[in-house]
């Protein structure tokens, strides 16, 4: 049982280039969501998912796009990357059925340099 | 105002010593669910243990037990007999009823020391 994943682990890109890190979850979770975790700061949440085809934003979603297009899989893209967007960014989802016992399962995380 | 709170920047133990790491949390929400997670530093979060707002007792998991204290709206990880292995950043989170997001702490970095 894999849980959650996330491909790429590490990416170094250069200021204005694209990306997309591909999160993946075998567990039949509803939602699924995107932090970045910069020193000192926590673990700060981009954009969230609850369901198949749906997307909201978080704290932090300037700079970010997202997709569910599947239920399994939550793309998180950087269209323009900016050295502010070097982070560790996780992934993580969970159950969805019912809120506040709902456990969420990180990813192992991947990090992202912008120079 | 900030919902979790983790007042201990840095906490160091020796090994085989118990530690309590603090969490305060804030919510008027009846129904809350709070977890405890660890980041080692290969950096991956994993989940430790649970507490929801109507369990009347002390949820533990192997060496991990919290110590919930509802009328002071705390919920304190305690790690029994620490090991090596335990030397990692702690974060708290809570998940309110109305919410689909948990709300995290800063974290807590503990060090045992052999």
């Known amino acids: 049982n894999a849980g959650v994943t996330q491909t790429p682990k590490f990416r170094v890109l250069k200021t204005g280039q694209s990306m997309t890190l591909l999160c993946a979850q075998d567990m039949n979770h509803e939602y699924m969501y995107w932090y970045r975790q910069d020193p000192g700061m926590g673990l700060r949440l981009i954009h969230y998912?609850?369901?198949?085809?749906?997307?909201a934003k978080g704290e932090v979603p300037d700079g970010y796009n997202v997709s569910r297009l599947k239920k399994q899989n939550f793309l998180l893209g950087l269209e323009s990357a900016a050295p502010s967007q070097t982070s560790v960014y996780f992934c993580?989802?969970?159950?969805?059925?019912?809120?506040?016992?709902?456990?969420?399962?990180f990813g192992p995380g991947t990090r992202l340099t912008v120079l | 105002a900030q919902k979790i709170t983790q007042t201990q920047p840095g906490m160091f133990v020796q090994e085989k010593e118990a530690v309590t790491l603090d969490c305060t949390y804030d919510t008027s929400d009846p129904s809350y669910g709070l977890f405890w997670y660890k980041q080692p530093s290969s950096g991956e979060m994993i989940f430790l243990i649970y507490q929801g707002s109507y369990d009347q007792q002390n949820a533990t998991e192997g060496r991990y037990s919290l110590n919930f204290q509802k009328a002071r709206k705390s919920a304190n990880l305690v790690i029994s007999a620490s090991q090596l292995g335990d030397s990692a950043m702690y974060f708290c989170?809570?998940?309110?009823?109305?919410?689909?997001?948990?709300?995290f702490g800063r974290g807590t970095s503990l060090i045992v020391h052999p």
């Open positions: 998912s609850v369901g198949e085809g749906t997307t």
């Open positions: 993580a989802s969970s159950g969805g059925l019912a809120r506040f016992t709902d456990t969420q399962y």
């Open positions: 989170a809570m998940r309110e009823g109305g919410s689909y997001i948990p709300t």
